[in-house]
Nanobody, 123 residues
């Protein structure tokens, strides 16, 4: 069993930056691939980024590639999403998930989810 708690969301101006965190409790955080997904009002949840168990490989949605960076610190049981050059279209609730796969773009492959953190990009 793994419990995930996201934090660090907030209001940021267009072009600004923000880092959100996902802290895990329970067992064997390093045994899970981690993913970030987001859900905007009226839209389905979509893939943002994912990272493998040891953090050696990451994958990004085209819409965030070059602007967002996923990372993790297994000693702290924490994953991060650094978001630069934020746009109003990035406004959403951001969720982290844990998967037994080596990272995944697919929501159905995630076993555990956090409750989400709101990111709002607006002037």
């Amino acid at each position: 069993q793994v419990q995930l708690v996201e934090s660090g969301g907030g209001l940021v101006q267009p072009g600004g930056s923000l880092t959100i965190s996902c802290v895990a409790s329970g067992r064997d955080f390093s045994g899970y691939g981690i993913g970030w997904f987001r859900q905007a009002p009226g839209k389905e949840r979509e893939f943002v980024a994912t990272i493998t168990q040891r953090g050696y490989s990451a994958d990004y949605a085209d819409s965030v590639k070059g602007r967002f960076t996923i990372s993790r610190n297994n000693n702290l049981n924490t994953a991060y999403l650094r978001m630069n050059e934020l746009k109003p279209d990035d406004t959403a609730v951001y969720y982290c998930g844990a998967t037994h796969y080596a990272g995944s773009r697919y929501e159905s492959e995630y076993t555990y989810w956090g409750q989400g953190t709101q990111v709002t990009v607006s002037s």
